[in-house]
């Protein structure tokens, strides 16, 4: 639905997003030889995580930006009194231009802009999806060609390739000591698991078959489950004081196996102190919801919505914004991510909606 080709990452048109299509080298060869290095130890019990500003209401307003914002935007929309913080969006490539030389200078203003608001940060950060550093290759990335049904034909790294999700968890270990060295890791809402991609469902895996064309490689249950284990627990190790988030996927993870529910239970059962997170919510609730059962549901809820309310012929949504927020709040969401448009919004019904998601104003 969004133009990276994930709900993580909308509304973007550049080539690559994390979730839409940057080429790489494919090869059935390099592909079908990638490996998956064994997930790190789970990290140790940590106290609480520090409270940083807390909202003074029963709900979270965060304005979900565009890779490559502006910080005249992150300004504008920090200053809106109903909006508790910025759900930041960067792309790997973007933030890692290079191996091992790392850019995170929209990152720190946007934290500094938020600092001087008392507000926080919600950080994402895409790796699929055209999202990836082309230099991913050079290091022996190995790479797949897939087709997606949002944006056509494109090259990923393969999702359990050990090049790749070593330089992720990296990644991730550079961004917590940045973070730290600046004495803002309190300012940090939520951060999310982005990799091996990032909303868990293989959008180019058919009957087993990961792929398309002469890069098509067999998909391993075991093999993909390991990856997002090591690829939740390098996360989780990385900041272990700060709520870590990883997205429920669709009923299916290489269609049409159903897989969706259970594969996510097996999950999040490893990851015990990830918390649920939903890119889809509309005023039918949040389907992804559905693939989370027993002890996980238990967990905090932060959800996005599936598309704006204003300016959008199609309804994407299904109903209201206010339908859609309570919806959520139904599930148990108290953390909504919501389009820029909307937050810019005059309507009396969608302001009631933001009050609603804040719990300022009553649901019926």
Same mark, same amino acid.
């Given at each position: 639905?969004?133009?990276? *080709?994930?709900?993580?990452?909308?509304?973007?048109?550049?080539?690559?997003?994390?979730?839409?299509?940057?080429?790489?080298?494919?090869?059935?060869?390099?592909?079908?030889?990638?490996?998956?290095?064994?997930?790190?130890?789970?990290?140790?019990?940590?106290?609480?995580?520090?409270?940083?500003?807390? %909202?003074?209401? &029963?709900?979270?307003?965060?304005?979900?930006?565009?890779?490559?914002?502006?910080?005249?935007?992150?300004?504008?929309?920090?200053?809106?009194?109903?909006?508790?913080?910025?759900?930041? /969006?960067?792309?790997?490539?973007?933030?890692?231009? &290079?191996?091992?030389?790392?850019?995170?200078?929209?990152?720190?203003?946007?934290?500094?802009?938020?600092?001087?608001?008392?507000?926080?940060?919600?950080?994402?950060?895409?790796?699929?999806?055209?999202?990836?550093?082309?230099?991913?290759?050079?290091?022996?990335?190995?790479?797949?060609?897939?087709?997606? %049904?949002?944006?056509?034909?494109?090259?990923?790294?393969?999702?359990?390739?050990?090049?790749?999700?070593?330089?992720?968890?990296? @990644?991730?270990?550079?961004?917590?000591?940045?973070?730290?060295? *600046?004495?803002?890791?309190?300012?940090?809402?939520?951060?999310?698991?982005?990799?091996?991609?990032?909303?868990?469902?293989?959008?180019?895996?058919?009957?087993?078959?990961?792929?398309?064309?002469?890069?098509?490689?067999? #998909?391993?249950?075991?093999? #993909?489950?390991?990856?997002?284990?090591?690829?939740?627990?390098?996360?989780?190790?990385?900041?272990?004081?700060?709520?870590?988030?990883?997205?429920?996927?669709?009923? =299916?993870?290489?269609?049409?196996?159903?897989?969706?529910? @259970?594969?996510?239970?097996?999950?999040?059962?490893?990851?015990?102190?990830?918390?649920?997170?939903?890119?889809?919510?509309?005023?039918?609730?949040?389907?992804?919801?559905?693939?989370? &059962?027993?002890?996980? /549901?238990?967990?905090? @809820?932060?959800? =996005?919505?599936?598309?704006?309310?204003?300016?959008?012929?199609?309804? /994407?949504?299904?109903?209201?914004?206010?339908?859609?927020?309570?919806?959520?709040?139904?599930?148990?969401? /108290?953390?909504?991510?919501? #389009?820029?448009?909307?937050?810019?919004?005059?309507?009396?019904?969608?302001?009631?909606?933001?009050? =609603?998601? *804040?719990?300022?104003?009553?649901?019926?």
């Amino acid at each position: 639905m969004k133009t990276f *080709r994930s709900a993580l990452y909308n509304t973007v048109a550049i080539p690559a997003l994390g979730m839409l299509m940057l080429s790489g080298c494919g090869g059935g060869g390099a592909a079908g030889s990638s490996s998956v290095i064994a997930p790190p130890p789970p990290p140790a019990p940590t106290p609480a995580p520090a409270p940083g500003p807390k %909202p003074t209401t &029963s709900g979270e307003v965060f304005a979900l930006a565009d890779p490559g914002e502006s910080q005249a935007s992150i300004q504008h929309f920090l200053a809106i009194p109903e909006v508790d913080g910025i759900a930041w /969006r960067g792309l790997w490539q973007m933030v890692e231009p &290079s191996d091992g030389s790392y850019d995170w200078s929209s990152l720190d203003a946007t934290l500094d802009a938020a600092a001087a608001r008392s507000k926080r940060v919600t950080v994402h950060i895409g790796t699929s999806g055209g999202a990836w550093p082309g230099w991913l290759t050079a290091a022996g990335a190995a790479t797949y060609n897939g087709t997606s %049904p949002f944006g056509g034909p494109f090259t990923d790294p393969v999702p359990w390739d050990s090049v790749y999700l070593s330089r992720y968890q990296r @990644l991730m270990t550079q961004l917590a000591t940045h973070i730290a060295g *600046r004495g803002q890791t309190e300012l940090i809402r939520a951060i999310s698991v982005g990799a091996p991609v990032s909303e868990m469902s293989l959008v180019s895996c058919t009957s087993g078959t990961l792929g398309t064309g002469t890069s098509t490689i067999a #998909y391993s249950r075991s093999t #993909y489950l390991a990856a997002w284990t090591n690829a939740a627990q390098g996360v989780l190790g990385a900041f272990p004081n700060t709520p870590v988030v990883v997205s429920a996927p669709v009923a =299916q993870i290489c269609a049409p196996d159903g897989d969706g529910s @259970l594969f996510y239970g097996d999950l999040m059962r490893v990851i015990a102190s990830a918390q649920v997170f939903v890119a889809d919510l509309k005023a039918q609730g949040s389907f992804r919801y559905g693939q989370v &059962s027993g002890e996980v /549901r238990t967990r905090p @809820l932060l959800t =996005q919505m599936v598309w704006s309310a204003t300016n959008d012929p199609t309804n /994407r949504l299904g109903g209201t914004l206010s339908s859609a927020v309570c919806a959520g709040r139904g599930q148990g969401a /108290r953390y909504f991510e919501i #389009y820029k448009v909307d937050l810019d919004s005059s309507d009396p019904a969608i302001r009631t909606a933001i009050g =609603q998601a *804040r719990g300022t104003a009553t649901c019926p």
